[in-house]
């Protein structure tokens, strides 16, 4: 019996799971993806081409990989089907290779008009959030009134859909001053619907179980980072599902002692977008440089990503909350200019010391930080451990000896070729 390995994000999304589990995969039959949604923007690059995944999990350019779309995960149809013609222009026959689960819940074109009203009705508050409907989905989802993929082949889907739409209409009204067109959103949503239905739908649970006891190697693909899990993010500035290791057992029906590897991601530095506290984030020039030679602009939003330095107390805090057993390390070569690095060792409060992410992180934290000797080598041509500058090794032993945890992977550049396996 084979377990399942996680892949996840330990900061506040964008951290490159994309990247990665495009390059791990061809060591696994089945990656799945177990929470999020379109928020999600996962870029993967090869052979001089990049591409941004949403929806479809990042394994789906391998050609011995199956792809699940798991329970856990909230889906737009428009969005999905996008993205299947986009991967289908390429030459990958989607429709052999995609599995969607019938309890994965659907994101509804008024889904998207609520995140838009709620987010306007907030004003300076706002989360940031990337208005694809995924708080006002989950929020169906727990609130029980969720239309779900399996539903779409019903006799009755279309009454089915009319109802929740004129809910959410009505719910609209707490929204005066907004105005929508639901027209433009609704009628490629309902084409996408009758093109879904061609897709096969599967109980995951029982398939991704039934895989697992026949020693099948499933690749578990989270989205966002733990830095924004709805339980143990930076509330309310955080997306609407759990993100972290747990997710994989109740977005996917795996038991916690089935998972096996948890493979954590991290920047070499931290960035944000939306909304939130962020300890480490830098308003100078260096928070310039990261921004400019890290491309850091979302990859679903195209919105400007805040940057910093690497935050440990987060970072501890994550990793043991995950249970990671491993760490990659993303775009350390983004910082190859850098004369010096910092990282966030502790922080300060009014005065007083804080070596922990508290429930109410808000402005009043200020970072304590510790100095490194930058490296000041192009990272990007290295394919052996060994052949790294010793600064750069020095700031990976203290990674590990901070998190207690090996580093494991490192990748130095956006594209699938430009990574660095250790043994
Ligand atoms: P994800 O959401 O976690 O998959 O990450 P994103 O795709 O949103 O953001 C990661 C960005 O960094 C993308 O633009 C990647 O192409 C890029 N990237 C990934 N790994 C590296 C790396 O090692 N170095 C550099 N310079 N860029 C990278
Ligand atoms: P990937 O998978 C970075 C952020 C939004 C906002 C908050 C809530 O590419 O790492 P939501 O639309 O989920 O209600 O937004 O979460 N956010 C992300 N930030 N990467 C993501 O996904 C994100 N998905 C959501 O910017 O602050
Ligand atoms: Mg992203």
Redesign the pocket.
């Known amino acids: 019996m084979k377990k399942i390995d996680v892949v996840l994000?330990l900061q506040w999304?964008?951290?490159?799971?994309?990247?990665?589990?495009d390059s791990i995969s061809p060591a696994y039959d089945v990656v799945a993806r177990f929470q999020g949604g379109p928020n999600?923007?996962?870029?993967?690059?090869f052979d001089g081409e990049?591409f941004?995944?949403h929806t479809v999990p990042?394994g789906i350019f391998r050609d011995k990989t199956l792809n699940i779309i798991g329970n856990g995960v909230v889906v737009d149809p428009a969005i999905l089907m996008d993205e299947v013609h986009k991967i289908e222009a390429k030459g990958v026959d989607v429709k052999s290779k995609l599995l969607i689960s019938k309890r994965a819940n659907l994101i509804l074109p008024t889904h998207r008009i609520l995140d838009a009203a709620s987010e306007s009705a907030m004003g300076k508050g706002k989360i940031g959030s990337t208005l694809k409907g995924i708080g006002p989905a989950y929020m169906d989802k727990t609130g029980r009134y969720g239309l779900r993929i399996g539903d779409v082949l019903l006799p009755d889907f279309r009454e089915r859909y009319e109802a929740k739409k004129q809910r959410h209409i009505q719910m609209l009204t707490q929204y005066p001053d907004f105005t929508y067109d639901l027209a433009p959103l609704e009628g490629p949503w309902l084409a996408a619907i009758e093109e879904l239905k061609k897709f096969t739908f599967i109980e995951s649970e029982r398939y991704v179980n039934d895989a697992m006891m026949n020693d099948v190697a499933i690749l578990a693909e989270g989205?966002?980072?733990s830095l924004l899990d709805i339980d143990f993010g930076t509330y309310p500035f955080v997306t609407s599902s759990n993100t972290m290791a747990s997710g994989v057992c109740t977005g996917l029906g795996v038991a916690p002692n089935r998972i096996g590897k948890v493979m954590g991601?991290f920047?070499a530095y931290c960035t944000r977008v939306g909304n939130g506290p962020f300890p480490t984030e830098l308003f100078d020039e260096t928070g310039e440089e990261l921004r400019k030679?890290?491309?850091?602009?979302?990859?679903?939003t195209g919105r400007s990503r805040r940057c910093g330095w690497l935050d440990m107390v987060a970072l501890k805090q994550t990793v043991m909350m995950n249970g990671v057993t491993e760490l990659i390390m993303?775009?350390?070569?983004?910082m190859d200019g850098f004369e010096t690095i910092k990282v966030g060792v502790s922080y300060k409060r009014y005065g007083q010391d804080l070596d922990y992410f508290p429930y109410d992180a808000d402005e009043s934290i200020e970072p304590v930080l510790r100095e490194f000797k930058g490296w000041q080598t192009p990272l990007?041509d290295i394919r052996r451990y060994e052949d790294f500058p010793q600064a750069f090794k020095d700031y990976v032993n203290y990674i590990e000896a901070e998190t207690g945890c090996p580093v494991k992977i490192?990748?130095?550049?956006?594209?699938r070729s430009?990574?660095v396996y250790r043994d």
């Open positions: 994000g999304g964008d951290e490159g799971k994309g990247k990665i589990v999600a923007g996962h870029s993967l690059q990049g941004v995944m990042s989205a966002q980072g991601i920047k030679i890290g491309h850091e602009y979302g990859a679903t993303m775009k350390p070569d983004v990007s490192i990748s130095v550049g956006p594209d430009e990574i």
